[in-house]
Each structure stands twice: as structure tokens, then as C-alpha cells.
């Protein structure tokens, strides 16, 4: 157990840290087992007199240090685990220090590292310190000037941020070149790689005429990977100048794609890092879903240039300050790109899988946090997503012409800067003459706030009353109402919408078929006037505010809504709705005993019609046939029943695939048809999906197995091949050992294609699964070192399989805890990720319970526990 109980980090304690740091200049030589960094750094004292001197350090080898020039002697300083400390400096002055690494030793994957040979970065949150003593915090800004000498054949490319300014060759086989970025930055923006790298070239004019060099450097043979994310790169540049009028400032941009990545990609400045699984496509190995995360990643990290770097963070408690704000930019992105109300309902449910139970659970926090202890574990859900829909409520409330003006104004003001969330909402604020006081809740309370709408109709007026409330969560007792933007329609019984007249308002003039309402009470009623019927109402349309919602809809409300409602969000909502209501009314039948599942006629036949519209998208159909998923229905029960959950969903699968066997099999054929020879456009890619969504219905009759090994076979494009091998480990056929093992030898060469090959066994609802998990762990080409790999097998086994890791005999626990005490010290940032699925103990029955937080006690008696992993086990415990 460790003793000393790791420092919890509050935003009530920022203080600005006492010297400035005019200059930087680093000079890195490099050597896989013994990198000296040289860092000078030119200071000045802006805060007490009496400050010491503290910088950051982590796991360095101290070589020298010196104040102008000259060397101190070793009591004028004291270096720790966690930095180093200068007790007396003078005001201002010049501080040399070297230091030495192992860049190979190096298996967090946090400061410099190597990955297949290629050196590499990652600085945020806190990786420079594992490069040199730093004042490592995002409010410290300054230019850098670094110089790269390395051995020139084994590493002939050498990068960081900015300009080339010089280069050279040195004795002994090795080379230099010296990089210049003139833009203030924080120090986790820094980046260097250094390499063999092929580089794939190309570039984009800016709006004012500026030619900018655009290169994706790769490992070699990946080059005819890269032209997707190239495109994307100048479809993003483009649309920030359009949309935001933002142009980007330097006449370089490189993206890296490196294996060995923590998380999906970082924007360090001009010089992007990205995990190769964000940036390698080819349509053999790539599916739609891989070519629209590309193009998401590519445009994010490009949007962080201005969202993020030119303007930064103050602290990390503002992280959502550049999150939220760049994950909301590149959805409307995707959207412009894309289909708008596919990419909202994906929008949503990932919110909902991942957001929504983060929220109820015991690692709840506020898009904006007020305390840590590992910054690593706040890249959460909350503060990118439920971050990003704080952004999209203020743009919903200030309008597109209004948020533009704040944007301007933000960026107008604190350019160049690191800034707060409050100085966000003021700037959107000024711009507009809006008060967003309340709204701000949104940044400070954590939990889902609980929506109940309730209607009552008589003489003519319709009156909708709004409830809201958000349950405790840890730390934060008592819950004060939101500011809640809540679109709202009316429909008639025969499907037509009705105008929205608000008691008060005149007759006479126009009333609108959809509005927004101001929700800012615990209770409020809004009365809609001049109605001959009662309506049905058509509720938190778009999903304008992110909240659960429970309303009093009939069955056939919700059909109806299926049918007619014309908001697109609304209309799948229903369908949605309506599936989870049956399915668990199903759960809680066979619970009690009682083998009857409730009529889905109903339900059912309105799919049917849905699927079979024309006029609508296939893409958006696609999205209609896929039920809720076994998490998600989960999520919704008081205890989690996984095993009644899923197989209700099944019987239900099967009752929507016996009824409309024939519907599925036109919709299919149809559609492999008209998606055509592979191409990876949003049109081919919603035909696929909705072929592919049929063949899931389909193969609920074993018998139509052969349709899926028909497809896997005849497959040109990863899509389709997945989306049959998925179906096929399900079943007890022979085709699922021969197309794993075509699978396999097919892609066995190929990292990413082979990530997917480990992921689709992990998630198959099958009793032997945990068994043959337990086998792939000694397949050659597992390795818990790479983090893609242990994302692909053990992440997809925890979080994507949930009646086997939820097997009663916890052996899914007990492997998962397995997993995480190795990496501990490998990778502790991966183990605290992984390891959160045990904190749902709580909703679980008695005898889950004590399996699951018996793991949770293994884990932290462990010795040398991980800061990261340690705050995530411990506060998951918490009764
Ligand atoms: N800032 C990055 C992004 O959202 C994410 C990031 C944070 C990251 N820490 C990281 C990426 C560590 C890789 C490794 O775009
Ligand atoms: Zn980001």
C-alpha cells in the first residue's frame, strides 16, 4: 500500500508563477539510451522578491546547472523526484541546465520516447518535465529555439515546432538542424521527432495568399496511406477561414503518425503527433467509421491552433476552455462535411455512452474541475464532450451571427495568451448583451441534470410544464437549476405540425413550428395558445441541452413521433425511446419471472415504415434500425441487469427481423448495390451502413450465416469485411474459424488491421470469450507496450462486452485488474483508462459488488501505485 497519499492539486490554490521566461533555447543530442538536453532559459522575476526558484522534473538525470555562465556549486540547489529548487536567484538572469534521458526506457509514453525506432513527444499535460527541469504549467509561455543533432543515417530527418532556420552536418556521421517557432507557447506544445521517415507533400494557399508547406511524415511503405488525411487537412484549413475567419499563421504544418500513442492525436504547435490509427487509410484496411474519425482528428488538431495555442489555457482546471470549444468546431465540421442530423444522433449517442455515465458515477466532475490529482485523468468525457455542448448551448442561445461575434471578440482579446473559461463566457457575453450568470452552471456542476416534462390540455391552450433536477454527486451536495436551451415542437394527432403561439403573444401574427425555451427554474410552465386538439409534444429537439428526459408519451405518441415528427434528431429519438421502454418493461418481465415480453407490435410495424421511406437518407435509416445498446439500457435500470438486458435486446432483434425478413433482404441487396465499387464518401458509406444493419438482422437466423461469409469473402472494403466477420463470431458455424483465420493471415502485416482482428474476438457475447482473450495475450503480436493493442484486446473485452466481463464468477474482473497492475508501471495513464469500468460496482447486484470491489482492494494494496491509477481506484471505491 503506498503511505504517502498522493497531493490533491485545487484551482482555488492558482497563484502566477513568479519569474517570466523571456527565451528558451534547447539543444537536444540524441541517443536511444543517453539523450542530452541542453536548456537555456533567459528569466526575469515578475512576482515576490524573496521567490525561490522551482522548476519541474521528473525522472531526469541531473548533469549540471548554472546562473549566468557560471556553475553552481551543489548546496545552492536541491533537486528532487518532482523538480528542482533554487532557493536564491537575482532578478534577472541566465539559467543553463543539462540533463540526460533514455528516451528507450521511456514506456509511459509521456516526454521522449521511442516508437519502432522514430523518436518522439508528448508533452501534454505534464511530459516536459520528463525532458528538463521546466516550469512546466500552461501559463508559462515563451518562443523556443531548438537544435536537433542526431546520428544523420539512422535518424536523417529531424522536426520540432516553427521554422528551419538552420542545418548542418557535425563529426562522427551525425547532423543537426535548428527550428525556430516565433509564437509564445506552453511548454506541452513542445515537440520534436527524429527519425526515418518517408514525408508525403502537398499545400494550401491561404485566403490572404500565403502558400503553406504541408507534410505527413510516416514510417516507410505508408505513404499511399495518407492522401485522406491530406485532403481533410486542407477541406479543415479552408473551412476555419469560411466559418471563423481564422487563417493559419506559419508556412509550415506537419502531422507525424507514430504507433506507440497514448490517446488519438496532439497539436503541438505546426508540428501535429498523431497516433497512426488517426491518420493511415487505405480502403483494404480502413472502414467508413476509421475514415470519418480521420477526418475528425485531422480537423481538431488543426482547429487547436487557434483554439488552444494561439489562444491557450491559464491551468488545467480550464481545460475545456480548448477542448470543449475545439471538439464543438470540429463537429460542425464533420456536420458541413458530413450529414447534419447522422452526425448529431452520432454525436449523442457517444455522449450517452460515455458522458451520461461518467456523470453517474463516482468519478463525476464539472466540465470545468475544481480539484485533481493526476491531470491525465481529466482528458474525460465531460470535458470534451458534455465541454463541447456547453459551447453548442451558448451558440444555440447567442445565435450563429451572435457566437461568431464572441468568438471574434475572444480571440480579439486574449491572443497570444492563457485564459480562463470565465474570460470565454465574457467575451460571448459582451459580444452579445446576453447574461449567461446562470448558464455558467454548466462549467461548475457536475451530474445530468433530470428533465420531466408534463402537458395539460384545456379550452385551446396547451400547457407544458418543465421540471429539472440533478442528483448529488461526490463532493457536490446540493444542486442549483440551469439555464436550460429546450427546442420544442407541437404535432397534431394527424401528424402536422402546429404554429407555437406562447400565452400573451398576439393573435394575428406569425407564431414558428419549432422554438426554443428558456428553462432557468426548478419548475416552469410555458401555454401554448390556440390549439383545437390536444398536441403531442415533440421534445429537446436536436438534443439542444444535454439532459435525461422523461416524458409522459404514450406508445402512440411515440410511434407518431417516429412517423411524422419533422425534426430529424426528435424523430430518432422517438424510435429510440420507444425501443428502451419495451426493452425494459422486457428486462423487468423476465426478472419477475414472467416469460411474456410486452408487445412490440407496434413499435415494430413503425420501424418497418420508417426503414422502408424513401425520402429519407440511407445513412439516417441506418441509424433508425440500430437499437439502443446493451449499455445504454443497462445504464437506465437502478440495478444493472446485463444479462436480461441482452437477452431481451436479441428477442427483440429477432421479433423486427422475423417480421421484416423481407424488407431486410430488399434493403440490402438494394443498397450493396448502389454503394458501388468502395469509396470513402459519407453517400457510400451510409449505403453500407445500411446494408450492413440489415445483414445484423438477417444472421439472427443462423441459417443465414452463409450471407455473411458470402460477404466477407466478396468484400472490397474493410467496412463490409468487418461488418460480416462482426456477425460471424457470434455464431457456432464453421465459417467464424475460417474467416478468422483468413483475417488474420490476410492483415497480419498490417498494425491497424490487425488492432481489429484482437477487438472483434473480444467482443463476442460467447461463453469461451474470456478464454480466448486469455489465448490472444500470447499471440506474438501482443504486447501490453502498445497501447493500440491493449486498447484493442483488453479495452474492447472490458468496455464492449458486457455480459462476459460482467460473468458472475468475476473473472472478468479479475483479469481486467490483472491488466491494469501491469501496467501500473508500464503505462499508467492507459491502466487508470482501462480500469474504470470497475467503478460501476455500485449498480451492480450484491454478489457483483464484492467481486468488483474486491478487484478495486487488489489494486490498491498494490506497492508503488501510479498517481494516475491511484486516484481513479480509490475514488471508485468510495462507498
Ligand atoms: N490535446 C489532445 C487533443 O485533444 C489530447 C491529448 C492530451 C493527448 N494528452 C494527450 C494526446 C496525451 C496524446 C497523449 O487533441
Ligand atoms: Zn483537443
Not at 445565435?399 to 471578440?409: A, N
Not at 397534431?492 to 428553462?519: F, K, M, N, Q
Request: one cysteine or more; proline letters at 5%; charged letters at 25%.
Amino acid at each position: 500500500m503506498k503511505t504517502d497519499t498522493p497531493r490533491v492539486i485545487r484551482l482555488s490554490e492558482y497563484a502566477p508563477y513568479p519569474f517570466t521566461v523571456e527565451s528558451l533555447d534547447l539543444a537536444f543530442d540524441l541517443d536511444p539510451k543517453a539523450t542530452r538536453v541542453e536548456s537555456t532559459l533567459k528569466l526575469s522575476r515578475t512576482g515576490d522578491s524573496g521567490a525561490a526558484l522551482e522548476l519541474d522534473g521528473e525522472d531526469l538525470r541531473l548533469v549540471s546547472v548554472a546562473i549566468d555562465g557560471e556553475a553552481l556549486a551543489e548546496d545552492r540547489y536541491e533537486a528532487t523526484d518532482s523538480g528542482l529548487r533554487i532557493a536564491k536567484v537575482p532578478d534577472a538572469f541566465t539559467l543553463t541546465i543539462t540533463t540526460e534521458i533514455a528516451p528507450e526506457d521511456n514506456t509511459k509514453l509521456e516526454g521522449l520516447y521511442l516508437s519502432n525506432g522514430m523518436y518522439c513527444t508528448q508533452c501534454e499535460a505534464e511530459g516536459f518535465r520528463r525532458i528538463t527541469y521546466f516550469p512546466d504549467r500552461p501559463d508559462v509561455m515563451t518562443t523556443y529555439r531548438v537544435t536537433i543533432r542526431a546520428d544523420k543515417g539512422v535518424n536523417p530527418v529531424l522536426l520540432s515546432n516553427g521554422n528551419r532556420v538552420d542545418a548542418g552536418d557535425l563529426d562522427g556521421g551525425r547532423h543537426y538542424v535548428t527550428w525556430e517557432d516565433p509564437f509564445k507557447k506552453p511548454s506541452y506544445l513542445f515537440a520534436l521527432v527524429a527519425g526515418d521517415l518517408a514525408r508525403v507533400q502537398d499545400s494550401f494557399r491561404t485566403r490572404s495568399g500565403r502558400d503553406v508547406e504541408l507534410n505527413i511524415w510516416v514510417e516507410h511503405g505508408n505513404e499511399s496511406r495518407c492522401p485522406f488525411a491530406m485532403e481533410s487537412l486542407k477541406k479543415a484549413m479552408k473551412w476555419d477561414e469560411d466559418v471563423y475567419g481564422l487563417e493559419y499563421d506559419l508556412n509550415l504544418f506537419n502531422i507525424v503518425a507514430v504507433s506507440h500513442f497514448n490517446m488519438g492525436a496532439m497539436e503541438n504547435k505546426s508540428l501535429n503527433v498523431f497516433n497512426a490509427k488517426a491518420v493511415l487509410a487505405d480502403p483494404e484496411t480502413a472502414t467508413d467509421a476509421d475514415y470519418a474519425y480521420i477526418e475528425a482528428v485531422v480537423a481538431h488538431e488543426y482547429f487547436h491552433n487557434w483554439t488552444g495555442n494561439r489562444i491557450t489555457c491559464r491551468d488545467w482546471f480550464q481545460l475545456s476552455l480548448k477542448e470543449g470549444l475545439t471538439v464543438f468546431r470540429d463537429q460542425q465540421f464533420s456536420s458541413d462535411m458530413r450529414s447534419a442530423p447522422v452526425e448529431r444522433i452520432d454525436q449523442v449517442r457517444s455522449l450517452r455512452a460515455r458522458q451520461f455515465p461518467e456523470d453517474a458515477g463516482p468519478l463525476a466532475h464539472p466540465v470545468r474541475p475544481d480539484s485533481y490529482i493526476e491531470i491525465n485523468n481529466f482528458y474525460t468525457a465531460t470535458v470534451y464532450m458534455k465541454g463541447a455542448e456547453v459551447i453548442r448551448m451558448m451558440h444555440r442561445l447567442l445565435g450563429e451571427d451572435g457566437f461568431r461575434k464572441g468568438m471574434d471578440l475572444y480571440i480579439a482579446r486574449h491572443d497570444g495568451t492563457a485564459t480562463t473559461c470565465d474570460n470565454f463566457a465574457k467575451a460571448m457575453e459582451d459580444a452579445s448583451g446576453r447574461d449567461l450568470s446562470q448558464f455558467k452552471r454548466w462549467y461548475s456542476q457536475a451530474g445530468t441534470p433530470q428533465v420531466e416534462a408534463e402537458g395539460r390540455f384545456e379550452d385551446g391552450v396547451y400547457a407544458l410544464t418543465i421540471r429539472q433536477h440533478t442528483d448529488p454527486t461526490p463532493g457536490q451536495d446540493t444542486k442549483h437549476p440551469q439555464h436550460i436551451p429546450f427546442e420544442v415542437g407541437l404535432i397534431s394527432r394527424d401528424g402536422a405540425a402546429l404554429p407555437l403561439r406562447l400565452e400573451g403573444e398576439p393573435a394575428d401574427g406569425e407564431a414558428p413550428l419549432t422554438r426554443v425555451l428558456d428553462v432557468t427554474e426548478a419548475e416552469q410552465t410555458f401555454r401554448f395558445t390556440g390549439l383545437e386538439a390536444e398536441p403531442v409534444p415533440s421534445l429537446n429537439r436536436g438534443f439542444t441541452a444535454p439532459v435525461r428526459l422523461t416524458a409522459p408519451w404514450s406508445d402512440a405518441d411515440r410511434a407518431l413521433l417516429m412517423r411524422y415528427d419533422p425534426d430529424s434528431f426528435a424523430k430518432w429519438e422517438a424510435g429510440q425511446q420507444y425501443a428502451t421502454q419495451l426493452l425494459l418493461n422486457a428486462v423487468n418481465e423476465r426478472a419477475a419471472g414472467r416469460n411474456v415480453a410486452p408487445d412490440a407490435t407496434r413499435f415494430v410495424d413503425a420501424l418497418g415504415t420508417t426503414l422502408s421511406d424513401e425520402t429519407l437518407d440511407p445513412a439516417y435509416r441506418a441509424q433508425m434500425m440500430a437499437l439502443p445498446t446493451e449499455d445504454y439500457l443497462a445504464e437506465q435500470m437502478p440495478v444493472m441487469d446485463v444479462d436480461g438486458v441482452h437477452a431481451a435486446r436479441e428477442a427483440l432483434k429477432r421479433d423486427i427481423a422475423v417480421t421484416h425478413a423481407d424488407l431486410f433482404t430488399k434493403l440490402r441487396d438494394q443498397h450493396r448495390a448502389a454503394a458501388g465499387p468502395f469509396a470513402p464518401t459519407a453517400e457510400g458509406a451510409g449505403h453500407r451502413a445500411l446494408a450492413n444493419g440489415a445483414l445484423a438482422y438477417l444472421t439472427t437466423d443462423p441459417a443465414n450465416a452463409h450471407l455473411a461469409a458470402e460477404q466477407y469473402d466478396a468484400a472490397d472494403n474493410m467496412t463490409d469485411r468487418m461488418a460480416a466477420l462482426r456477425v460471424l463470431v457470434e455464431l457456432d458455424v464453421p465459417e467464424r474459424d475460417r474467416c478468422l483465420t483468413d483475417f488474420h493471415d490476410r492483415y497480419q502485416h498490417n498494425e491497424l488491421a490487425l488492432d481489429k482482428w484482437f477487438s472483434v474476438q473480444a467482443v463476442a457475447a460467447r461463453p469461451d470469450t474470456l478464454a480466448r482473450v486469455k489465448d490472444l495475450m500470447s499471440h506474438e503480436k501482443f504486447t501490453m507496450r502498445n497501447p493500440n493493442r491493449v486498447r484493442a484486446l483488453v479495452g474492447a473485452f472490458a468496455m464492449g462486452n458486457p455480459t462476459v466481463f460482467h460473468a458472475k464468477d468475476g473473472s472478468g474482473y479479475a483479469f481486467l485488474a490483472d491488466r491494469v497492475l501491469e501496467l501500473n508501471s508500464l503505462n499508467p495513464q492507459i491502466g487508470a483508462r482501462l480500469l474504470q469500468p470497475l467503478g460501476r460496482w455500485k449498480r451492480m447486484d450484491e454478489d457483483r459488488r464484492k467481486l468488483m470491489t474486491a478487484e478495486l482492494d487488489r489494486i490498491l494494496a498494490a506497492p508503488d501505485l501510479a498517481r494516475d491509477i491511484y486516484e481513479i481506484a480509490s475514488k471508485s471505491r468510495q462507498a
